[in-house]
């Protein structure tokens, strides 16, 4: 469990990079995300976008993983500071949380690290629990933790809750995309291999053109093992 402390990130680059909130009108990727909130400072959507994609190169680890984090956190406390109910936002606070925990060298700081930024997804869950991105944010951050933190029945709960919206259309075609994604990623990890790739060529037939659709073609052929997974 320390050696996963010690590395921690999530697989597949953090959370999918596609959210249940439209943001279409936006860059798409961050030096455009960043000159846009440099011209467009209290665009909280923009700010949240860009939260995100400073938050999932973070989460690659690396010499710049700690300044990814601070300026994650940067756009977040902005966010929050008009925003203070935003369940999005503090959402991915905490999830930032939990990835700093590779920060600190002493294992107890680690697991204090993880233990807070849990603490703060819960609070956005608490306060708004019908946020599907919020939702998504807490289960596939929690999904890659330790299970010394037992967290299993809270990341059963966010995809049980997502699932059954996504089954009805509910979300952006790629939104839905990547809640057939990890939650096949998450039964792959509770040995439900079956229930896994089922849930990856359903969401694969949803359009399988897009982005998305190549990394659940890469789950199905098992290009992708998280072997991150199997070494608790």
């Known amino acids: 469990m320390l050696a996963l402390l010690t590395s921690l990130l999530l697989p597949l680059g953090g959370l999918g990079s596609?959210?249940?909130t439209d943001s279409s009108h936006l860059p798409a990727?961050?030096?455009?995300?960043?000159?846009?909130i440099a011209a467009n400072p209290t665009n909280t959507l923009a700010l949240i976008?860009?939260?995100?994609?400073y938050h999932n190169k973070a989460a690659f680890g690396g010499k710049a993983?700690?300044?990814?984090?601070?300026?994650?956190?940067?756009?977040?406390?902005?966010?929050l500071a008009v925003e203070p109910k935003n369940a999005f936002a503090k959402?991915?606070?905490?999830?930032?949380?939990?990835?700093?925990?590779?920060?600190?060298?002493?294992?107890?700081?680690?697991?204090?690290?993880?233990?807070?930024?849990?603490?703060?997804?819960?609070?956005?869950?608490?306060?708004?629990?019908?946020?599907a991105d919020a939702r998504f944010t807490r289960a596939s951050n929690n999904l890659f933790l330790p299970d010394f933190f037992k967290r299993r029945h809270v990341v059963e709960e966010d995809f049980q809750w997502l699932q059954s919206r996504a089954d009805r259309g509910e979300f952006p075609v790629e939104f839905r995309q990547y809640v057939f994604l990890y939650h096949g990623l998450a039964r792959k990890?509770?040995?439900?291999?079956?229930?896994?790739?089922?849930?990856?060529?359903?969401?694969?037939?949803?359009?399988?053109?897009?982005?998305v659709a190549e990394e659940l073609r890469k789950e199905l052929a098992g290009k992708t093992a998280l072997s991150i997974l199997d070494k608790e």
């Open 18 to 20: 596609i959210t249940a």
């Open 49 to 53: 976008r860009t939260a995100l994609e």
């Open 91 to 131: 959402a991915l606070l905490g999830s930032a949380v939990v990835v700093s925990a590779r920060e600190p060298f002493w294992p107890g700081a680690k697991i204090r690290r993880v233990r807070d930024g849990i603490v703060i997804m819960d609070e956005a869950i608490t306060m708004n629990p019908d946020d």
């Open 189 to 211: 990890r509770w040995g439900e291999q079956d229930r896994a790739e089922s849930l990856w060529k359903a969401g694969l037939a949803i359009n399988p053109k897009t982005k």
């Open 65 to 79: 993983a700690k300044k990814l984090i601070d300026q994650t956190k940067d756009c977040l406390d902005k966010v």
């Open 29 to 36: 990727d961050l030096p455009a995300l960043e000159a846009y």
